[in-house]
């Protein structure tokens, strides 16, 4: 019979091996990818520590399939990785399941500690949306037909048939804005 730490080492070292193997560029595909992400988030000590004092019990979140199918190229991932607040360490952002519904979350990362951000609530038992990282100097066009270039890795959610609306970080917090 096996034990529940033997399963959970198990799973670990599997989630491990696939988020080591998609750093150094081997090809994995789109499940892969998704499964790698979801494991990754809030996996160091301090960033899990820091999602478990915001929300007492939490999962990354499952999106909706019929949201899942707007996805232009296959599977979106439940989890994001990328320098949001530009201060050179990696921060994630997930929508994550808690009793009260799913919200959208960004862990920002700092040397010796994480400070989780609850961006907004995105669906009741599953994310309404998905997840889409725009990279650092990418040319986007506000809800004011404005155009510009993102000043940091932004996380974005798509919803079939709405627009995009991004999380820009400000210097001290996210502002929700329409693209």
């Keep these: 019979m096996i034990r529940l730490q033997d399963m959970r080492a ?3 070292t599997v989630a491990g091996v696939a988020v ?9 595909n789109a499940r892969q990818k998704d499964v790698a992400a979801a494991a990754s988030f809030a996996t160091s000590k301090i960033a899990r520590k820091a999602v478990d004092g915001k929300f007492k019990k939490w999962e990354v979140a499952a999106v909706d399939p019929k949201v899942a199918s707007c996805a232009k190229d296959g599977p979106p991932p439940r989890a994001i990785e990328g320098d949001f ?5 990696l921060d994630a ?14 862990v ?7 400070f989780v951000i609850d961006l907004d609530t995105v669906g ?3 994310a309404d949306g998905f997840l889409v ?3 650092r100097g990418d040319k986007y066009t506000d809800s004011t037909g404005l155009q510009d270039f993102l000043p940091a890795d932004t996380i974005t959610f798509v919803r079939c048939g709405q627009p995009t609306v991004a999380y820009l970080w400000s210097g001290t917090s996210f502002r929700k804005s329409t693209m």
């Design 85 to 89: 607040n530009s201060d050179g360490t």
């Design 20 to 28: 080591g193997l998609a750093m150094i560029g081997w090809p994995l």
């Design 93 to 106: 952002a997930a929508a994550i399941k808690v009793a009260d519904g799913v919200h959208l979350v960004a």
């Design 133 to 135: 990282l725009r990279k």
């Design 108 to 114: 920002l990362n700092r040397l010796e500690d994480a």
């Design 124 to 126: 009741q038992a599953t």
């Design 10 to 12: 198990t799973l670990l």
